[in-house]
């Protein structure tokens, strides 16, 4: 079993219905210094309430630009784990068997927050607070056998994450995790958590607004598109797995066919890995591939479309977000024309 975490998050702007919490508000959470009490209350916090009903953190921390920590760690969990930490604030579990690992971590150091399957991708950064050991259950399974199963615990403060519901769509799939992801928690090398830390970048610098908007009209385009397989006759799906990796939207011609049709959607975010799953989508099932971004995003696809992804070139189709709404608009009256005269 994956080790377990407790987290509460920080953001820029409570926005209307949320709640902030406190830091160290769990249970038998430590007090905090005159210092610590002393510091701006400028975050925004998503939690689990009582009802058990997760409410939804809409902005992240400005990711800071000065040298990283020494250390960032792996903190790998279940969905389920990682709500339960964000319920009981933030507070991350390891087993007697990660004692080693437990014992280099120290206060400061940088967390990167991975969700297991079905989610399956990185969804957070964030930072050590304190650790301290616990012999009082707190994770379900703990409870249920009335034994602590991670008694070696740390409290961290959240940088940035996704908002629950987001998680499996924004979640971020980064090949230097995936590859060590089955090991749990670990320290990252050099090399993995500065591609993490890239690959989150241009997502935490984007202004709270701003980030919920690009993901709304990434849902939206992902409706849409699917709307339209289902108006011209295809089995169109959302979220379509490929091994270990989902495609926005596939459109199939009947139920046990390989997709026809494969569209990922980019509105702020990684084109690589983007141009990366189409490209795979074509080499596994010759689909016809394309990109559905904004007109600036042409050059950066153009220019690995030159080099790393040479081979789907002449393949992939690059549609403008605006047309892309242009053509649903046209499409969804044409049919409602149809049925009104009675062709449909």
């Not at 949320?18 to 009490?37: H, N, T």
């Not at 967390?111 to 991708?121: A, N």
């Not at 950064?125 to 070696?152: H, M, S, Y």
């Not at 979220?239 to 199939?252: G, H, K, N």
Request: proline share 5%; aromatic share 10%.
């Amino acid at each position: 079993m994956a080790e377990t975490p407790t987290s509460v998050q920080r953001g820029t702007a409570p926005a209307e219905g949320i709640k902030k919490v406190e830091r160290g508000a769990g249970p038998e959470r430590r007090s905090l210094s005159a210092e610590q009490a002393a510091e701006p209350e400028e975050i925004a916090l998503w939690r689990l309430d009582v009802s058990g009903a997760i409410q939804c953190f809409v902005g992240g921390r400005r990711m800071k630009t000065e040298r990283p920590a020494a250390q960032f760690w792996l903190v790998v969990g279940s969905k389920e784990h990682w709500q339960v930490a964000f319920e009981n604030g933030n507070v991350w579990g390891l087993q007697a068997t990660k004692k080693r690992w437990w014992e280099r971590v120290a206060e400061g150091d940088g967390l990167v927050f991975y969700v297991t399957r079905p989610v399956g991708g990185a969804i957070g950064l964030g930072k050590v607070i304190t650790k301290f050991k616990q012999d009082k259950p707190l994770w379900p399974v703990e409870i249920e056998k009335r034994e602590v199963l991670w008694p070696l615990r740390f409290e961290f403060d959240v940088e940035f994450c996704f908002p629950p519901a987001q998680w499996k769509t924004s979640r971020l799939e980064i090949d230097a995790l995936r590859a060590i992801v089955q090991a749990g928690f670990q320290p990252l090398k050099e090399e993995a958590r500065d591609a993490t830390l890239q690959e989150f970048e241009p997502i935490v610098a984007q202004p709270v607004g701003e980030r919920a908007d690009l993901t709304g009209l990434h849902e939206q385009l992902k409706a849409r598109i699917a709307e339209m397989g289902r108006i011209q006759k295809y089995l169109a799906e959302v979220e379509y797995p490929m091994e270990e990796t989902r495609l926005d939207v596939v459109w199939r011609r009947v139920e046990k066919s390989v997709p026809t049709y494969v569209f990922e959607i980019q509105v702020g975010g990684d084109i690589y890995h983007a141009l990366a799953k189409l490209k795979h989508a074509y080499d596994l099932w010759n689909s016809r591939i394309f990109l559905v971004a904004a007109p600036p995003e042409r050059n950066k696809a153009e220019s690995l479309l030159t080099g790393t992804f040479h081979e789907i070139r002449g393949r992939l189709t690059f549609i403008d977000i605006e047309k892309m709404q242009e053509l649903y608009t046209k499409k969804k009256a044409y049919r409602e024309l149809e049925e009104d005269v009675g062709i449909l």
